[in-house]
């Protein structure tokens, strides 16, 4: 039986003094100063009424100095703004601004008037930019329609459980080899991201500082020193360094024990103890968790369930062992959420939900990454394995199999989704011009498809230089399910394999998927234990790497020779970006090879920065009436009356204090360096190191 529970404290007095300072140090707050010829101007936070697709509207409290007034006259403007939102460095810029309307209370029509005209003609002429983590805080109290994904399989992996160093490799599908060009002797398995080939008599694995070998893929391994002359040479081939890359370092040997080979064809997911499970009890609930482990194992003792977090999903079982079962996030025992985020184990909150963290992690899957994309820059090519075949999705759309490619044929007319842009062709071949619109037979993609991600993104709207585009984190992987977000829909994508090519589909069990609310969800991309590096193709630390993250981000196929198509060398095609260590929250329009496409959305030469006020508190509200409110030190709430401040009670608007709080700790945190950290949590999640 785990042991009784013990309680910590956590100096309330350090937390108050780390969040004043990193207020302090904020150099984009609120409110923003705009200097006009007849005063100046001050714009509050803004306060979200609706969001979509990439148009903000709401509202938010200014006030004015005029030359002429010894006072300043405050009042409520409200907004249209198209959100243009950089996901990687988590910023938002309002582009198009527009003042409908606005009102100050206590002022004659005619002053208000004249108020409202100068409001009107000066914001729009400044250039507002803002953190996406004050976006994402205050768009917790738009009231939407929580859109969950639905359709996914519940199956549980196969949840593999060991208390000695253990490596998974994982292979899709049965083992697919192939002749290795100018190894005649060899055969390489190309259904896998490893370094894994056959000499005619055993299998190699490569292990950094130690080899391994077995006469059967699904037999025992055993370390070797050194592999079969050809297989080092192959190796040593594909570790060779390109042009401007660093030579790499030679493996070390090592005294430390290798781990155990386990090998699966079906998907699966390794969790390592370091022994017998430890357990902890989790302050104020019935929990425990297992400390010897990066994963998050949690033990319900009331139940005796063991609860292990996987993809983002919770698995159940007794005593760890078969079979496993699905818990839906929101059906968890109710001390889930009594979790303390300070906990070591406060990171699964996002998991859970009903939470502060799973709210937010809800809405950052809501928000799109946006771009304006040039008509005359956005060039696209598919390649095909031989003619174009198609397999059906519904009546009305089928997708193109044998190309790495996401083509989808709709009506006669043909649609690619590439790097989060959509084009259209009159054949499948191409030639492909940005399209001005997405079909609505895209939405109606289920997820037991490998091209459903494509729903997710967006064209809003378009002129005849540029097209406004964008996508949700669904388009990399990440979907809001049952209150809060997953990794993967969960089922499995059958290969397309050939005599000459392979083209893996995107994965969700297998390469240790881990959400940050920061970065996003990031996959265990390097496989090891202590100095045991496990090589993926094409050498290096992302090598070939093959289909752990979503088609549209890297999804590289394997290149045989033969059939007498020119295939580029090396294990991977060198025109997919490679993924990113810092998670799916990367902007896909923004990497090396998208950038020359996409086009400023505003006109920063003539725009001018409206920058934070210096001296100025953020302390002013309006609510949906246009009345104005301050909030003071002690926590009372004053309303604008005339030229004076008075109490007013409840003003109703307690929740957008709170969220703009959060917003503020969550933007220092991420500039602070504190990701990794954010409401608790200690890296859990996944199911190795």
């Given amino acids: 039986m785990p042991p009784s529970r013990t309680l910590r404290a956590f100096p309330a007095a350090a937390v108050l003094m780390i969040a004043t300072s990193l207020q302090a140090a904020d150099k984009t707050a609120w409110p923003r100063e ?147 060009p100018d190894f005649e002797s060899l055969k390489r398995v190309v259904n896998t991201p490893y370094f894994l080939v056959f000499d005619g008599k055993a299998y190699y694995l490569n292990g950094s500082a130690v080899w391994f070998t077995a006469a059967d893929l699904k037999g025992e391994w055993e370390a070797v020193k050194k592999p079969g002359k050809e297989v080092a040479k192959y190796y040593e081939k594909l570790q060779a360094p390109k042009k401007g890359e660093e030579q790499p370092k030679p493996p070390q040997d090592s005294k ?18 370091d022994g017998e499970p430890k357990y902890t009890p989790v302050t104020g609930t019935d929990l425990h968790y297992v400390t010897n482990t990066g994963s998050a194992i949690i033990l319900d003792v009331p139940s005796q369930d063991t609860y292990v977090l996987i993809s983002g999903r919770w698995y159940r079982s007794k005593g760890m062992k078969d079979p496993w079962e699905l818990v839906k996030a929101d059906a968890l025992p109710a001390d889930f959420k009594k979790i303390p985020p300070t906990s070591p184990i406060g990171e699964v909150l996002s998991s859970v939900a009903g939470t502060e963290q799973a709210e937010d992690a809800l809405m950052e899957a809501q928000v799109p990454q946006t771009a304006a994309v040039r008509r005359d820059q956005a060039k696209a090519e598919v390649d095909y394995d031989g003619p ?131 970065y996003g969800w990031s996959l265990g991309f390097s496989v090891g234990y202590g100095p045991f590096v496990f090589s993926f193709w094409g050498g290096g630390y992302y090598g070939g790497y093959y289909g752990g993250y979503y088609g549209p981000v890297y999804r590289p196929p ?59 508190s953020n302390n002013l509200y309006s609510d949906r009436s246009g009345n104005v409110y301050r909030r003071d030190g002690s926590g009372s709430w004053q309303t604008r009356e005339g030229s004076s401040w ?9 929740r957008d204090y709170t969220a703009r709080q959060n917003g503020a700790q969550r933007t220092q945190g991420y500039r602070g360096g504190y990701g990794g950290g954010y409401r608790g949590g200690g890296g859990r999640g996944g199911g190795r190191r």
């Fill in 34 to 180: 705009i200097k006009a010829e007849e005063g100046r101007i001050l714009v509050y936070q803004p306060q979200p009424d609706g969001y979509e697709g990439n148009i903000l509207t709401g509202r938010a409290a200014v006030s004015i100095k005029l030359k002429t007034k010894p006072e300043p006259v405050f009042g409520t403007a409200w907004f249209r703004a198209r959100v243009d939102v950089d996901r990687e460095h988590r910023t938002v810029q309002y582009a198009d601004v527009t003042i409908p309307k606005s009102r100050f209370p206590g002022s004659t029509p005619e002053s208000e008037q004249k108020l409202a005209s100068l409001i009107e003609k000066e914001v729009p002429k400044w250039e507002f930019d803002d953190s996406l983590d004050r976006l994402i805080a205050s768009l917790r109290l738009v009231e939407k329609e929580k859109k969950y994904a639905d359709g996914f399989n519940t199956k549980a992996p196969r949840i593999l459980i060991e208390k000695v160093p253990a490596v998974l490799v994982l292979l899709d599908g049965e083992p697919i080899l192939r002749d290795v």
């Fill in 256 to 273: 430390q024990k290798p781990p155990r080979i386990i090998l699966s064809t079906q998907p699966a997911e390794l969790i390592l103890l």
């Fill in 388 to 518: 174009p075949k198609f397999e059906k999705v519904s009546d009305d759309v089928e997708y193109a199999v044998n190309t790495a490619s996401q083509v989808l044929r709709i009506k006669g007319k043909y649609y690619l989704c590439d790097q989060a842009v959509w084009y259209i062709a009159d054949t499948p071949e191409g030639p492909w011009i940005v399209a001005d619109r997405v079909p609505p037979e895209v939405q109606q993609i289920p997820p037991d498809k490998p091209v459903y991600n494509t729903k997710y993104v967006y064209v809003y709207d378009s002129n005849p230089e540029v097209v406004y585009v964008g996508y949700l984190p669904g388009y990399v992987g990440c979907y809001p399910y049952y209150g809060t977000v997953v990794w993967g829909t969960g089922w499995y994508y059958p290969p397309y394999v050939s005599p000459y090519v392979y083209y893996p589909h995107p994965v969700t069990f297998g390469f240790n998927a881990h959400y940050n609310p920061y």
């Fill in 558 to 616: 394997y290149y045989g020779g033969g059939g007498g198509v020119v295939r580029p060398p090396g294990g991977y095609n060198p025109g997919r970006p490679r993924p990113t260590p810092y998670g799916t929250n990367s902007n896909v329009y923004n990497r090396a090879e998208n950038r020359a496409r996409t086009a400023s959305t505003t006109d920063k030469s003539t725009r001018p920065q409206a920058r934070s006020a210096a001296g100025a």
């Fill in 646 to 654: 008075k109490g007013s009670g409840n003003s109703g608007l307690n």
